[in-house]
């Protein structure tokens, strides 16, 4: 069997197969007429006429190969149609002269009989036929059984100079894909989706769909991906990248603990400041699956979409399924600058008030002090005391409607509870704007509980499939958001309670996973399409509320950071990242989501100590600290903290107030990182201008007398004189309060931090 690798193509290997007939043999795809334009446009590189030889029986023919090519910030990302008609990746990495020549698409060897080309070639976007053992882009089953599908280019359009469409057309039948490029000037991101068409006669269901594949050549590479579960979440894991897949996904019905929808891959020895990686980022809030995989000969692919676990969209004749969509992108700066050009991206191109979205204000949030036994007087009590410390924003937590005392009941029910507020929340929110905050207010909208009127009224209206069990959990269960009749109660109860109160902000939470995802007022074959649909109106709600109350923002919470992904991103300003506030737990997890997302969007929460779930005891300086990496907030019951804390809480969010624009929108550098059990912490964050920097340092637990390591700060201006400020915590004696950005940079920063949960804050502002 050895002996046949490489021999495909010699007399010997045909011998071998005329002889040994029932041996494995791949079909010659060149015998399938094919039709390819070659268009003009200024990614267009070029037309390449080359004589066709890879079947020895089909006839040598002239082929044109287009290459197409996309430059933005430090990358140039290349594909071209192949000799065959596929369009294949050409290049992806550092950006390249304008004068450089890319070289035409040819497919990769046959190699051995059991692995085709087709299978080889790192397609852009490949169907499920021919010999494809890789995971295919695309998966469809056509209305006579056929299940082979077979793209080949046909046309391009372009739109902008960074913006492009592909159409691909199976080789015989009427099914297209466009590909969607869309290339960021500034980072380097590429933004890739697909649109499928059913041009048939006859239906056809797409059984997997993906936004995008990605290649990378053989070489050694690291996995970087986020895992969790509920209070637990972002967790950051390295490892080595082998033969075989990674599957990184959901099934949960939303992006879930699980998984975040983002991968970073290094090559070779990359580390946080150097080396090359490779990122991406899957905007879907439903069902999604990230496979990376390496194929029996090295190569890498990682291919992004919707999850095809339990997939089948039909798709009639004229009807199109568009994909989510995959950002991706490249640095050689290692995992900090994957972070920081990613991260800057979400913040120009994806939050909605982007490009300079507003730092978050800071917030108070009860429902640590209260849970859900809200009243008038109590939650106007903790504005007053919440007022006093300086907090921009007061925020109402779950237990105001409905019939809700406990979470067994009232999800659903969107009235004022009048027990609670006999005057609605006029009157409370009239008080908080006495007190110079404005108002937010806690909602679950997609969820019911089985004891509540909406769930007595409409009890078909949950996820379900009929004469079934249906599970509960938190005893809640879940709005079929897909149904028309409850997309418009959802959307219904919002706008009116946005309409009647002022309220600015609503932390919309989601606290549970699907089970029994049926959906049975639809016919049987269309029933799974509610894994898209459900998704879709979710966005199409957000979107038409924040047209109609164009002040509302809005936070993602899933019991935390459930649904966390850039998707949901597009419509919302802030996220829950977890429920887990320990201090300790939320420098890891702050470092774990910072890899994905930014410092903008992370709402971090200060609480009671010792904490709920650790029942560790820590200071509220080290509270604060921790908190203020992030988009301050404070959820303490302000009631129980002693004058001291209270003092503690004022003049840190003062000198919170005066760094904040830095540490949500600053280049973020994690000087050491606290994962891997670290002793130490430590994050700076620089403005984008350099006019200021901030550092935040922690330490664990000292062992045997070690001191701080000294911090060598990054990304200041060299030749600019900066000030040291101490916002907490000092420095050895004989540090200078004023030096160059050199200094800062080369010589470093000798910190007196030492004990249990210390830590220390500074400010750098240039003169
Ligand atoms: C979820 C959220 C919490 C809180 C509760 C209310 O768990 O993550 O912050 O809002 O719901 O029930």
């Given at each position: 069997?050895?002996?046949?690798?490489?021999?495909?193509?010699?007399?010997?290997?045909?011998?071998?197969?005329?002889?040994?007939?029932?041996?494995?043999?791949?079909?010659?795809?060149?015998?399938i007429?094919?039709?390819?334009?070659?268009?003009?446009s200024?990614?267009?590189?070029?037309?390449?006429?080359?004589?066709?030889?890879?079947?020895?029986q089909?006839?040598?023919?002239?082929?044109?190969?287009?290459?197409?090519?996309?430059?933005?910030?430090?990358?140039?990302?290349?594909?071209?149609?192949?000799?065959?008609?596929?369009?294949?990746?050409?290049?992806?990495?550092?950006?390249?002269a304008?004068?450089?020549?890319?070289?035409?698409?040819?497919?990769?060897?046959?190699?051995?009989?059991?692995d085709?080309?087709?299978n080889?070639?790192?397609?852009?976007?490949?169907?499920?036929?021919?010999?494809?053992?890789?995971?295919?882009?695309?998966?469809?089953?056509?209305a006579?059984?056929?299940?082979?599908?077979?793209?080949?280019?046909?046309?391009?359009?372009?739109?902008?100079?960074?913006?492009?469409?592909?159409?691909?057309?199976?080789?015989?039948?009427?099914?297209?894909?466009?590909?969607?490029?869309?290339?960021?000037?500034?980072?380097?991101?590429?933004?890739?989706?697909?649109?499928?068409?059913?041009?048939?006669?006859?239906?056809?269901?797409?059984?997997?769909?993906?936004?995008?594949?990605?290649?990378?050549?053989?070489?050694?590479y690291?996995?970087?991906?986020?895992?969790?579960?509920?209070?637990?979440?972002?967790?950051?894991?390295?490892?080595?990248?082998?033969q075989?897949?990674?599957?990184?996904?959901?099934?949960?019905?939303?992006?879930?603990?699980?998984?975040?929808p983002?991968?970073?891959?290094?090559?070779?020895?990359?580390g946080?400041e150097?080396?090359?990686?490779?990122?991406g980022?899957?905007?879907?809030?439903?069902?999604?699956?990230?496979?990376?995989?390496?194929?029996?000969?090295?190569?890498v692919?990682?291919?992004?979409?919707?999850?095809?676990?339990?997939?089948?969209?039909?798709?009639?004749?004229?009807?199109?399924?568009?994909?989510?969509?995959?950002?991706?992108?490249?640095?050689?700066?290692?995992?900090?600058?994957?972070?920081?050009?990613?991260?800057?991206?979400?913040?120009?191109?994806?939050?909605?008030n982007?490009?300079?979205?507003?730092?978050?204000?800071?917030?108070?949030?009860s429902?640590?002090?209260?849970?859900?036994?809200v009243?008038?007087?109590?939650?106007?009590?903790?504005?007053?005391?919440?007022?006093?410390?300086?907090?921009?924003?007061?925020?109402?937590?779950?237990?105001?409607?409905?019939?809700?005392?406990t979470?067994?009941?009232?999800?659903?029910?969107?009235?004022?509870?009048?027990?609670?507020?006999?005057?609605?929340?006029?009157?409370?929110i009239?008080?908080?704007?006495?007190?110079?905050?404005?108002?937010?207010?806690?909602?679950?909208?997609?969820?019911?509980?089985?004891?509540?009127?909406?769930y007595?009224?409409h009890?078909?209206?949950?996820?379900?499939?009929?004469?079934?069990?249906?599970?509960?959990?938190?005893?809640?269960?879940?709005?079929?958001?897909?149904?028309?009749?409850?997309?418009?109660?959802?959307?219904?109860?919002?706008?009116?309670?946005l309409?009647?109160?002022?309220?600015?902000?609503?932390?919309?939470?989601?606290?549970?996973?699907?089970?029994?995802?049926?959906?049975d007022?639809?016919?049987?074959?269309?029933?799974?399409?509610?894994?898209?649909?459900?998704?879709?109106?979710?966005?199409s709600?957000?979107?038409?509320?924040?047209?109609?109350?164009?002040?509302?923002?809005?936070?993602?919470?899933?019991?935390g950071?459930?649904?966390?992904?850039?998707?949901?991103?597009?419509?919302?300003?802030?996220?829950?990242?977890?429920?887990?506030?320990?201090?300790?737990?939320?420098?890891?997890?702050?470092?774990?989501?910072?890899?994905?997302?930014?410092?903008?969007?992370?709402?971090?929460?200060?609480?009671?100590?010792?904490?709920?779930?650790?029942?560790?005891?820590?200071?509220?300086?080290?509270?604060?600290?921790?908190?203020?990496e992030?988009?301050?907030?404070?959820?303490?019951?302000?009631?129980?903290?002693?004058?001291?804390?209270?003092?503690?809480i004022?003049?840190?969010?003062?000198?919170?107030?005066?760094?904040?624009?830095?540490?949500?929108?600053?280049?973020?550098?994690?000087?050491?990182?606290p994962?891997?059990?670290?002793?130490?912490?430590?994050?700076?964050?620089?403005?984008?201008?350099?006019?200021?920097?901030?550092?935040?340092?922690?330490?664990?637990?000292?062992?045997?007398?070690?001191?701080?390591?000294?911090?060598e700060?990054?990304?200041?201006?060299?030749?600019?004189?900066?000030?040291?400020?101490?916002?907490?915590?000092?420095?050895?004696?004989?540090?200078?309060?004023?030096?160059?950005?050199?200094?800062?940079?080369?010589?470093?920063?000798?910190?007196?931090?030492?004990?249990?949960?210390?830590?220390?804050?500074?400010?750098?502002?240039?003169?």
């Open positions: 069997m050895l002996g046949w690798l490489g021999l495909e193509k010699s007399p010997m290997f045909a011998f071998i197969l005329k002889t040994f007939p029932s041996l494995p043999s791949i079909r010659p795809l060149t015998d007429p094919r039709t390819l334009v070659a268009g003009t200024l990614l267009f590189l070029g037309v390449c006429a080359s004589a066709q030889t890879a079947a020895p089909a006839p040598a023919r002239t082929t044109y190969q287009p290459v197409f090519r996309l430059d933005g910030g430090n990358t140039t990302y290349a594909f071209g149609v192949n000799e065959r008609g596929e369009l294949q990746q050409l290049y992806w990495g550092g950006r390249i304008a004068t450089d020549t890319i070289t035409p698409a040819k497919s990769a060897l046959e190699q051995a009989s059991f085709s080309s087709y080889n070639t790192p397609q852009e976007y490949a169907g499920w036929g021919a010999g494809l053992y890789m995971e295919p882009a695309l998966k469809v089953t056509f006579d059984g056929n299940r082979d599908l077979v793209l080949h280019y046909a046309s391009n359009k372009k739109i902008d100079d960074q913006t492009l469409d592909i159409v691909l057309k199976d080789i015989s039948r009427a099914v297209t894909v466009t590909l969607h490029y869309q290339m960021d000037p500034e980072s380097g991101i590429l933004a890739r989706s697909a649109t499928v068409e059913n041009k048939e006669a006859k239906p056809i269901v797409v059984e997997q769909e993906a936004a995008a594949a990605f290649a990378l050549p053989p070489a050694h690291t996995l970087n991906y986020l895992s969790g579960r509920w209070a637990g979440e972002w967790t950051l894991n390295r490892e080595t990248i082998h075989g897949q990674r599957v990184l996904e959901s099934r949960r019905g939303t992006t879930g603990h699980q998984n975040n983002w991968f970073a891959i290094g090559k070779g020895g990359a946080e150097g080396g090359e990686v490779w990122f980022e899957l905007a879907w809030s439903g069902n999604w699956r990230i496979a990376v995989e390496q194929d029996t000969l090295d190569a692919r990682v291919t992004a979409g919707f999850n095809p676990f339990d997939f089948a969209y039909p798709l009639k004749t004229g009807e199109k399924l568009e994909s989510p969509v995959m950002y991706a992108g490249y640095t050689r700066h290692g995992y900090g600058g994957a972070s920081r050009t990613l991260n800057k991206f979400t913040v120009s191109h994806i939050l909605p982007g490009p300079t979205p507003k730092p978050r204000p800071v917030i108070y949030n429902w640590e002090a209260t849970e859900m036994n009243t008038e007087s109590g939650q106007e009590r903790l504005a007053e005391k919440a007022a006093e410390l300086g907090i921009d924003r007061f925020v109402m937590d779950d237990g105001w409607f409905g019939q809700r005392k979470d067994h009941a009232g999800l659903g029910d969107w009235y004022v509870n009048k027990e609670k507020f006999p005057n609605g929340l006029k009157l409370l009239d008080k908080v704007h006495s007190l110079k905050m404005d108002f937010g207010l806690w909602v679950e909208p997609e969820m019911v509980n089985p004891d509540s009127d909406l007595r009224k009890p078909d209206w949950v996820l379900n499939f009929p004469g079934r069990p249906r599970s509960e959990e938190r005893t809640q269960l879940v709005l079929n958001l897909a149904r028309p009749d409850v997309r418009a109660y959802v959307y219904g109860f919002l706008d009116k309670l309409s009647e109160n002022d309220i600015v902000f609503l932390k919309w939470d989601y606290n549970r996973n699907w089970s029994e995802p049926g959906w007022q639809v016919p049987p074959n269309e029933q799974k399409k509610v894994y898209v649909e459900f998704t879709r109106n979710l966005y709600i957000l979107e038409e509320l924040r047209k109609k109350h164009p002040k509302v923002e809005i936070e993602s919470c899933s019991g950071g459930g649904r966390v992904d850039l998707g949901i991103l597009q419509y919302t300003d802030e996220v829950w990242p977890s429920d887990n506030t320990d201090p300790l737990d939320r420098l890891t997890q702050q470092d774990g989501f910072t890899r994905a997302y930014p410092n903008q969007i992370m709402l971090s929460w200060v609480t009671d100590s010792p904490h709920w779930q650790n029942s560790r005891a820590t200071s509220m300086t080290y509270r604060m600290l921790v908190s203020m992030g988009a301050l907030g404070i959820g303490a019951n302000l009631d129980k903290l002693s004058a001291e804390d209270l003092a503690t004022k003049r840190l969010t003062a000198a919170y107030h005066g760094v904040q624009k830095t540490v949500a929108q600053g280049e973020l550098y994690r000087l050491i990182s994962t891997n059990g670290s002793e130490f912490a430590a994050t700076e964050m620089v403005a984008p201008d350099k006019s200021q920097a901030v550092l935040f340092a922690y330490v664990h637990s000292t062992q045997e007398g070690r001191g701080f390591p000294r911090l700060l990054i990304g200041l201006d060299a030749k600019a004189t900066y000030t040291l400020t101490s916002i907490e915590g000092k420095t050895l004696d004989g540090t200078p309060t004023e030096a160059s950005g050199l200094w800062w940079m080369n010589h470093g920063i000798d910190l007196v931090l030492r004990g249990d949960f210390q830590a220390s804050a500074f400010r750098l502002d240039k003169k």
